[in-house]
């Protein structure tokens, strides 16, 4: 072979090599850059609720997570059984079934519900799903419904208020993202926002089936005993009774909400125990109650009662 041919035949190789060398080079590229316009990096919390980048597009596409290349996000969880958390600053809001916070929009409308929260909004705060979301005993159940979502997705709403969590908030009864911008706040059972009415040492809140009942600092409702008396004063629960009813504490005057001050004194117990008394009726609290706007203690054995705000026991039975 001559050596014109053999130079000839050598350059050519080479060409071909670079030519495969820049193929794989671009298909890695096009491969990276997809990822990268597609698929939400890790970090800033976004992948605790699974959600995908906004794709930079705007709108209500963001909750998909991009169209083309990487892998299609997860699902948002579900809400499951919502519950109230008795914040000491917000008093009850309302939380997932893991604990985690629920917010509202003032950008977003109630009636009738919109979100106006999409693309890198919706990923900072991800949309509660509808699907799989009850009501616990303080909230009513007719309070909760859905919204569509431009991209067709159901979202929970609560007093028609589209709900959201907030990708800062990492622990159970986290409320980071409450103020934020000005915008977002805590919900509370009837989908205002919490923290309206700061909470006291004995308050008054607004139950599903019972109506305004009375609830001590912890958001815990109160009781009254047929047993007790108010005057002459006498106490009917005593020994083992105390160990599922528990005294409420004494209350500050200057710490209530939605009550008449005058209704509230304190009583001394026979072994020196100073209790909450409401219209001179000792209270308490039941052990058997876990969350705000919990009742199980209501009609128990016929002789516990939940308290009104005016002091009068409630006897309506759930």
């Known amino acids: 072979m001559s050596t014109r041919r053999r130079a000839g035949l050598a350059a050519a190789a080479v060409a071909t090599l670079a030519l495969t060398a820049a193929c794989g080079s671009s298909t890695e590229q096009s491969a990276g850059t997809a990822t990268t316009d597609h698929v939400q ?44 958390h008795q914040d000491t600053e917000l008093g009850p809001v309302v939380t997932d079934a893991k604990g985690m916070t629920l917010y509202r929009f003032d950008k977003d409308t109630a009636d009738p519900s919109k979100s106006n929260c999409s693309g890198s909004c919706a990923t900072t705060w991800p949309v509660v799903p509808a699907d799989g979301a009850t009501a616990p005993a303080g ?13 067709g997705t159901k979202q929970l709403t609560i007093g ?6 907030y990708v800062k908030d990492t622990e159970p009864g986290d409320t980071k993202g409450q103020g934020v911008g000005g915008t977002w706040n ?15 040492d004995v308050s008054v809140f607004d139950h599903p089936q019972l109506g305004s009942i009375l609830v001590d600092g912890e958001g815990r409702t109160l009781y009254r005993f047929n047993k007790d008396s108010a005057w002459p004063m006498k106490f009917g629960c005593n020994d083992a009774c105390l160990d599922t009813w528990k005294p409420a504490k004494p209350a500050d005057r200057s710490k209530l909400n939605g009550i008449a001050p005058k209704l509230i004194s304190t009583v001394t117990r026979p072994d020196g125990t100073r209790q909450l008394a409401v219209d001179c009726w000792p209270v308490y609290w039941f052990t058997g109650d ?19 705000k005016e002091g009068k026991k409630i006897t309506t039975t759930p």
């Open 41 to 84: 990096p890790a970090g800033q919390g976004t992948s605790d609720y699974g959600y995908g980048s906004s794709g930079g597009a705007g709108g209500a596409g963001g909750q998909a997570g991009g169209d083309t290349g990487g892998n299609a996000p997860q699902a948002a969880p579900s809400a499951g059984k919502l519950a109230l």
């Open 139 to 151: 909230i009513d159940k007719s309070k909760l419904g859905s919204v569509t979502r431009a991209d």
């Open 160 to 165: 028609g208020w589209p709900a959201y969590r």
């Open 186 to 200: 805590a919900l509370d059972a009837d989908g205002k926002k919490a923290g309206a009415q700061k909470p006291g």
């Open 290 to 308: 876990k969350e705000p706007g919990d009742i199980n203690g209501q009609g128990k054995m016929g002789l516990w009662f939940a308290v009104s």
